[in-house]
């Protein structure tokens, strides 16, 4: 395991505990989660070493890279996925006017496939071998093993998407810098993260399934990260509200807590979470952020 003795984002050594919780899907062991008292960033600490995280990544219910349909939650996911994949593929084209898209963590590639269906050129990257594999063989995608954005000269796409990725990156700092470096001059990033400070965070405190021990080593709210972006030659210009997200987390983090889903009570809080979040008393449980690049 690799301990931090300072703050991934800010580099300040004032950190402390802040949460403990567990990785309820994989290994079921505790994980302890601290924070940097000068910047507010949240990390998981300590994290595993990167070769051995990929262990931590086997389990069924990592829906994005099996893709499975069976079971009332899987076909539930599937519906929604359907829709928010029609939702981002006009937000990119809206928002960035792109002709050459690179998504980061493409999963089996069904949001990549939307992408190339509407015109742009497209490649991917995807470390799951799997799921790659699904990604090329169904939609006859370009998808990269190679997980090191150094592959691509400077300059070579006009946008780029990590959907729910920036989360799982060990080098933020490096990456985003890495990221500035082979967008375009006035080129886009579009970023989704879960956010700690939406009120379902609140309600379900160490139960709550977007803190998803260990593989998430960031946890981000909007501050810390608009504040990684800005450093690295970004602007925000928009912020989103992922508005299924609240549900999804909601029933995972019942049956974390529970055993079952509570499909009704996932739902309530889901919902509550969303209204007290459009009444900004809260933050979405999920937030995309479009950042535009400047040289």
Not at 15 to 21: D, H, M, T, V, Y
Not at 46 to 53: G, L, Q, W
Not at 138 to 158: A, G, K, P
Not at 238 to 251: A, E, N, P, R, T
Request: proline share 2%; glycine share 6%; with cysteine.
């Amino acid at each position: 395991m690799i301990r931090l003795d300072k703050c991934p984002l800010c580099n300040s050594q004032n950190i402390k505990f802040w949460l403990k919780s567990n990785d309820y899907s994989t290994s079921k062991k505790d994980f302890s989660i601290y924070r940097c008292e000068g910047c507010t960033f949240t990390f998981t600490n300590p994290r595993p070493y990167e070769k051995n995280i990929g262990e931590y990544y086997l389990s069924d219910s990592y829906l994005s890279h099996t893709n499975k349909k069976k079971g009332l939650f899987n076909t539930l996911y599937q519906l929604v996925r359907k829709k928010a994949i029609k939702s981002k593929t006009n937000l990119l084209q809206k928002t960035t006017k792109t002709k050459h898209h690179l998504d980061i963590g493409c999963g089996t590639g069904e949001f990549l496939n939307a992408c190339k269906k509407s015109g742009i050129k497209t490649v991917g990257i995807e470390p799951s071998k799997n799921a790659r594999k699904m990604a090329i063989e169904n939609y006859q995608l370009d998808v990269r093993e190679n997980t090191d954005i150094n592959q691509f000269d400077d300059n070579t796409f006009d946008s780029l998407s990590m959907w729910h990725v920036l989360e799982h990156i060990y080098d933020i700092n490096n990456t985003v810098k890495g990221l500035s470096k082979i967008i375009k001059n006035n080129g886009y990033a579009i970023i989704a993260v879960p956010n700690h400070k939406s009120y379902d965070a609140k309600f379900y405190k160490k139960y709550w399934a977007a803190w998803d021990l260990p593989i998430h080593l960031n946890h981000f709210c909007p501050i810390t990260v608009v504040k990684l972006f800005k450093e690295n030659g970004f602007s925000m210009e928009k912020k989103i509200g992922m508005k299924y997200d609240s549900f999804y987390v909601s029933l995972l983090s019942n049956e974390y807590k529970s055993g079952r889903k509570q499909y009704i009570k996932g739902f309530i809080v889901g919902l509550i979470s969303n209204i007290l979040a459009y009444l900004n008393l809260y933050e979405f449980s999920s937030t995309i952020y479009i950042f535009k690049n400047h040289k």
